[in-house]
């Protein structure tokens, strides 16, 4: 009952935030479209992409430049992923006024978190915006629940003076049903009293960045603190590439499943995983294709303020031909390998994706059971620095297994340094990255 009158305040909130699509009236829409057979999701997302082109064409700068003269509508998906041009990260970055539609629609500043130290504004429609709440909405639903049940949020908490906003905000969180967490706070000292707020608050799911979930998981395991009053009913990890033994163990700890997010503040929520095991693309809003190197390249239907028409989102990203158990017949992504250019670079200039690294430590880690808790690989010349947080079980012999694993799998020419650590520091934006070159 709480559930439906939030809902109902949301309803009115979206509509005084200008969205004059309602993403709750959206939402309803989705539950069909989900089930549509192929070929009618692939017309209507080539009908929405080219009237995206014809719209961005007449309005947008960018678009009236002569590499897109001869470019006009396209007879299928193919043709468009394979002779649009592509739009570049560094091109918005400079260009980002070309980019701005001169339709005047409402729009609204979303920012990347920057965690190359390069921050990126986009704006987006409130069509886009719209669509990307209402793909949440019906992702929740999926897994039984409603995106307005009581939830907690582990994030970056924005530090807010005590203001008439932050009085504000705080009601409206308490309306919300949310519990925000900082995601810089959890540790040793903070963890009993996170644990004490999530179970008086007993949320029907937790959300948040992956590292900041399996931190929680980790120290809840480390002094014995099992949930009784809270029964979630699933967690949601988003931002950070999730590894098969880091779901498994918040998994275990939380008691509950967990469900994968994909998205970003500028190409939109790209995908979002269902209780059957896949991550569905949101296909009536977000088109994505990839090359033969698995870059990925987006495009958000309906951001026609500032559109992004084949943006290479510098994401690896391998899809899947199989249709998923689930019935629903959104296109599936296999894989995410995280970013491109988060590589390893070998002496003889050859380039391996840290993915190999980053496997070859969580393999270890699954092997010998509570041995690695954490891990952070930085590259500084053709020297790797890996940080390793010990569990339990660690012995220094896994440093040799490490070591002949990276010879194998990456190259024997690299240089390697262990450092044991009791703690591995967070991006700016809160995020933890497993690989950083210098
Ligand atoms: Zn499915």
């Not at 089930?35 to 064409?57: G, P, S, T």
């Not at 098969?244 to 994909?262: S, T």
């Not at 010879?407 to 497993?434: A, C, M, P, W, Y």
Request: contains cysteine; positive net charge; aromatic residues 12%.
């Amino acid at each position: 009952m709480i559930t439906f009158f939030r809902e109902f305040y949301m309803y009115f909130k979206y509509a005084l935030d200008g969205l004059t699509n309602n993403p709750i009236s959206i939402a309803k829409k989705l539950k069909e479209s989900q089930y549509w057979d192929r070929m009618k999701i692939e017309n209507y997302q080539l009908k929405q992409l080219n009237n995206l082109i014809v719209d961005a064409k007449k309005n947008v700068k960018s678009y009236q430049r002569e590499k897109y003269k001869n470019i006009s509508t396209f007879k299928n998906l193919d043709s468009f992923s394979k002779y649009n041009p592509i739009i570049e990260k560094e091109y918005i970055r400079e260009n980002a006024d070309f980019l701005i539609s001169n339709n005047n629609n409402k729009r609204f500043k979303h920012y990347t978190g920057g965690s190359t130290g390069k921050p990126l504004s986009v704006d987006v429609s409130e069509l886009a915006v719209a669509y990307r709440i209402a793909s949440h909405i019906r992702f929740y639903n999926w897994w039984g629940i409603n995106m307005f049940d009581r939830n907690v949020l582990i994030w970056k908490k924005r530090k807010q003076k005590k203001s008439m906003r932050s009085f504000f905000k705080k009601i409206e969180l308490k309306l919300l049903g949310r519990l925000e967490l900082d995601v810089f706070n959890i540790n040793d000292r903070t963890i009993f009293d996170y644990f004490n707020k999530i179970e008086n608050f007993k949320p029907k799911y937790i959300r948040g960045y992956k590292s900041g979930v399996f931190e929680l998981a980790r120290l809840m395991e480390k002094h014995n603190l099992q949930f009784t009053n809270s029964k979630l009913k699933m967690v949601v990890v988003t931002s950070e590439t999730l590894f098969l033994q880091e779901r498994l163990f918040i998994e275990k700890i939380l008691k509950c499943k967990v469900a994968n997010e994909y998205g970003a503040a500028d190409g939109g929520l790209y995908a979002v995983e269902c209780p059957d095991g896949s991550l569905h693309i949101n296909e009536e809003s977000v088109f994505i294709s990839s090359d033969m190197d698995d870059s990925a390249y987006s495009t958000e239907l309906f951001n026609n303020t500032m559109p992004l028409i084949n943006y290479r989102n510098e994401d690896i990203v391998v899809f899947s031909d199989r249709s998923c158990s689930c019935g629903r017949n959104l296109k599936v992504i296999k894989e995410i390998k995280g970013r491109i250019s988060d590589y390893i670079l070998c002496s003889d200039g050859t380039k391996k994706h840290c993915y190999a690294a980053d496997l070859i430590l969580e393999n270890i880690a699954a092997k010998y059971k509570d041995s690695i808790t954490q891990f952070r690989i930085t590259q500084i010349n053709y020297k790797l620095k890996i940080k390793i947080i010990p569990g339990n079980n660690f012995v220094k012999e896994l440093f040799r297994e490490i070591e002949s694993e990276i010879f194998v799998e990456i190259s024997k020419d690299l240089e390697i340094e262990f450092q044991l650590v009791q703690h591995i520091k967070r991006e700016k934006n809160g995020k933890l990255r497993t690989f950083i070159r210098k």
